[in-house]
C-alpha cells in the first residue's frame, strides 16, 4: 500500500515556474516507478512524464519536453516536477501516481496508486 498527497500548486503567469511535490508513504517508495499525470477540464487525462526507481532514466510527453524536470529524492520519499516556462496550455491538475512495475513506457493502467491532486493555473 502506498499513499501520494501532491503539493505546490497554484495560479502563475505564463512564463513563470512551479515545483510541485508528491510526498509519499509506504516502504517501498524507492522500488516503484513514479509518474505525473495531468487533467485539464474538459478534457482526458494525459501522460507527462515518468522516471524510474532510481531517478536515473526518465521520458516526458513532447508537450513538456524541455520545460518540465521530473526528479526524486528517495531518502525522503518525495517526487517533483520542476515546471518552468509555464503557458496557458498546461492549466490542468496535476497527479502524481505510483508504479510497482519497471516500466516508464507503461500505460495508465500500469500504475497502482494515485494522489488527489493538485491544481495549476497559468494565466495569459
Known amino acids: 500500500q502506498a499513499q501520494l498527497v501532491e503539493s505546490g500548486g497554484g495560479l502563475v503567469q505564463a512564463g513563470g515556474s512551479l515545483r510541485l511535490s508528491c510526498a509519499a508513504s509506504?516502504?517501498?517508495?524507492?522500488?516503484?516507478?513514479m509518474g505525473w499525470f495531468r487533467q485539464a477540464q474538459g478534457k482526458e487525462r494525459e501522460f507527462v512524464g515518468a522516471?524510474?526507481?532510481?531517478?536515473?532514466?526518465?521520458v516526458y510527453a513532447d508537450s513538456v519536453k524541455g520545460r518540465f524536470t521530473i526528479s526524486r529524492d528517495n531518502a525522503e520519499n518525495t517526487l517533483y516536477l520542476q515546471m518552468n516556462s509555464l503557458k496557458p496550455e498546461d492549466t490542468a491538475s496535476y497527479y502524481c501516481?505510483?508504479?510497482?512495475?519497471?516500466?516508464?513506457?507503461?500505460?495508465?493502467?500500469?500504475?497502482?496508486?494515485w494522489g488527489q491532486g493538485t491544481q495549476v493555473t497559468v494565466s495569459s
Open positions: 522516471i524510474d526507481w532510481s531517478g536515473g532514466s526518465t
Open positions: 509506504g516502504r517501498h517508495f524507492s522500488t516503484y516507478t
Open positions: 501516481a505510483a508504479s510497482r512495475f519497471y516500466n516508464i513506457y507503461g500505460p495508465q493502467a500500469q500504475y497502482d496508486y
